[in-house]
């Protein structure tokens, strides 16, 4: 396979190596189908995934997922390890949506029981849960509650009643990332957040109502508390405009500190500063407190769904069931253990757009899931379908613990747009069997089936590659989107 | 000048912007125009109120970059949707007076959240009849 003059290497039916050349320090390593690759190569991705290579103390390989499509600096789908010593930290490897994730809540209902109240879920929903450009949230953080919550994430939702103790246990990393300073984070990028915790955004974000439909491995989704017909809850948002902020304005101090330091890299969004520096420092504490407002985030639009569907179905919180399955980001970078040529070594992992899929035995996920791995969540094209993945020894060898995030775009904003006109997006989903409630026509256009990648291949790239394990696929039955 | 100000081309996850303009002040403003139809739709936005930006740059790159980051904060920050936008420039300072209203998404249409504007792929050339520029916004 060729992108452009670069010869690919396949190393599987799923790994693809792409040679190190130029300025590269390590060579690149893809995981796709052979006809997914055929798509990937014909955007910027594979260029970036090399751009990536050249940073300072990278380990390895620069990955990148079957999920992969054109960012700007790093690829959508991207994961780079580096060493603590010697390697860098790069807002761009975490993207502007910091501790952007997924969590799961399953329940006690079986959906045929759910059915005929869906349309009064869904409308109840996208009344109740704030969505869209201009949204403000249930909470308007001031003085010490937004200290509190940059540096407690989901234990600060905890002591105002909007977390269980079991929330916050089924959080990555018990819902608050250590070592955040609010002082950090700018003032432009507190008040960006200020009246925006609760709110669910737009773009790609949503929460759905999802039946489970099909089970792959009944050891595991036992333990994560799932069977068929169940109906569950999925919810994708991040750390809103205050991690946005935090990233726009710290690639600017790195740009600014990599001219000073006369580094020179092929793009500017990799800007960058060593690990051990005082940006660099400074950009990780920040980046832990947009981490904590994302977990904090998630957890209030969970609280905000619970409360819809107690309202809504009349029923008391035990009947309900609606419990946390688990709560994991994709846009991050974490100091994390891995075997580095044979040596244990700490190392921070950027990853943008990959979920971390730690396996089982793994002390960093909660003890009930040892058994089986970290639950992972990939969330498909709208209405079509999503997983539940568990993590695997197989992802720590190759991928420093990680696996995709998504579908993957296929079809740029523009085009997904233009293919729709003239069509309604809404009742087109209901044919297909999913109500959707939205606060943007435009938006919802953009997101269109037909604009992504097919998941269920992504998903089954990342099982055969080894690096997670298909544990249930959930049919979404209502969206909610900004 | 012929054809649009301002239009938006394909690039995967986000959207590319491209501008044009006789020289560089009407250049960013039809810049700043085209982030603020991302928002909302301009049409319905009152030109009642006025806010000012000023940034200060060496290259024109970079001068439109810090622009746009801080035309977006108007909205993200402060919540103000701009209808017009008038630049001025002197030497490597450039100055962005905006008319509009505090965002009331009653009565404005919600279009989409714009997370950043992005140096990735930012560029300013000069054309047969102006100025034109590109860049990636990320939603």
New interface residues.
């Given amino acids: 396979m060729q992108f452009r003059d670069v010869s690919l290497r396949k190393l599987s039916d799923t790994m693809w190596e792409i040679p190190r050349s130029g300025g590269m320090r390590v060579p690149g390593l893809v995981f796709a189908s052979e006809r997914m690759m055929a798509d990937i190569v014909r955007?910027e991705a594979i260029r970036q995934v090399m751009n990536v290579a050249h940073l300072p103390g990278i380990l390895k390989y620069s990955i990148g997922m079957p999920d992969i499509?054109?960012?700007?600096?790093f690829p959508?789908g991207g994961v780079a390890a580096m060493d603590v010593a010697e390697g860098v930290i790069s807002p761009g490897g975490v993207g502007?949506?910091i501790n952007c994730g997924v969590r799961l809540l399953r329940s006690n209902l079986a959906m045929e029981g759910l059915r005929p109240r869906l349309r009064e879920l869904v409308d109840g929903l996208h009344r109740d849960v704030p969505s869209?450009?201009?949204?403000t949230g249930l909470v308007r953080l001031a003085g010490k509650d937004e200290e509190s919550v940059l540096s407690g994430g989901s234990r600060w939702c905890a002591s105002h009643g909007y977390a269980t103790a079991e929330d916050v246990a089924f959080t990555e990393s018990g819902g608050a990332f250590p070592g955040a300073d609010p002082d950090a984070v700018s003032p432009?990028a507190k008040?960006?957040g200020r009246d925006q915790l609760g709110t669910l955004?737009?773009?790609n974000h949503f929460l759905e109502i999802d039946e489970v439909a099909e089970i792959y491995d009944a050891e595991a989704a036992g333990v994560f508390g799932l069977f068929p017909g169940q109906a569950a809850v999925l919810i994708h948002s991040g750390s809103r405009?205050l991690g946005?902020?935090v990233?726009?304005d710290y690639?600017?101090t790195m740009?600014d500190s990599m001219r000073r330091n006369r580094i020179e890299l092929p793009?500017?969004?990799l800007a960058c500063a060593p690990i051990r520096s005082p940006e660099g420092e400074r950009y990780l504490s920040a980046l832990a407190a947009a981490a904590n407002f994302a977990f904090a985030n998630r957890q209030l639009l969970a609280h905000l769904a619970r409360e819809t569907f107690l309202k809504v179905l009349g029923m008391g919180p035990r009947d309900l069931g609606m419990t946390l399955v688990y709560d994991c980001g994709h846009n991050n970078a974490k100091f994390e253990e891995h075997d580095v040529d044979g040596r244990r070594q700490r190392v921070l992992v950027h990853r943008k757009g990959a979920t971390r899929a730690f396996p089982p035995g793994s002390p960093d996920i909660p003890e009930a899931y040892r058994g089986v791995g970290q639950p992972v969540f990939i969330p498909g094209e709208m209405g079509i379908a999503s997983y539940v993945l568990a993590g695997s020894a197989g992802a720590m060898r190759l991928s420093f613990g990680s696996t995709c995030h998504g579908a993957g775009?296929?079809?740029?904003?523009?085009?997904a747009k233009a293919s729709v006109r003239g069509k309604s997006i809404v009742r087109e989903m209901e044919n297909r069997g999913v109500l959707v409630a939205c606060?943007?026509q435009?938006?919802l256009a953009?997101e269109i089936p037909e604009a992504y990648k097919d998941v269920s291949e992504v998903v089954q790239v990342v099982h055969d590659a080894g690096i997670a394990v298909k544990v249930a696929r959930l049919r979404p039955v209502a969206v909610v989107k900004? | 000048m012929r054809g649009r100000p301002f239009r938006?081309?394909?690039?995967?996850?986000?959207?590319l912007v491209e501008a044009r303009g006789k020289d560089l002040p009407e250049l960013f403003a039809r810049c700043v125009d085209a982030l603020f139809s991302l928002?909302?739709d301009r049409r319905y936005v009152r030109p009642a109120e006025t806010r000012t930006v000023a940034v200060k740059a060496d290259t024109r790159e970079e001068q439109l970059y810090l622009l746009l980051?801080a035309a977006l904060?108007l909205f993200?920050?402060d919540?103000f949707l701009a209808r017009t936008a008038r630049v001025t420039m002197k030497k490597n300072a450039v100055a962005l007076l905006v008319a509009g209203e505090p965002?009331d998404?009653s009565r404005h249409p919600?279009?989409?959240?714009v997370?950043?504007v992005?140096?990735?792929?930012l560029t300013v050339r000069e054309t047969r009849d102006g100025v034109v520029a590109r860049f990636?916004v990320?939603?």
């Fill in positions: 955007d499509h054109w960012g700007y600096g959508i502007y949506d869209g450009v201009g949204s432009i008040k960006r955004g737009s773009g405009g946005y902020q990233c726009d690639l600017l740009a793009d500017r969004q775009r296929r079809m740029s904003r523009t085009q606060a943007s435009k938006t953009e900004g | 938006f081309l394909p690039h995967t996850a986000d959207l928002i909302s980051r904060l993200s920050a919540r965002s998404f919600i279009g989409r959240e997370k950043a992005t140096a990735h792929a990636v990320d939603i």
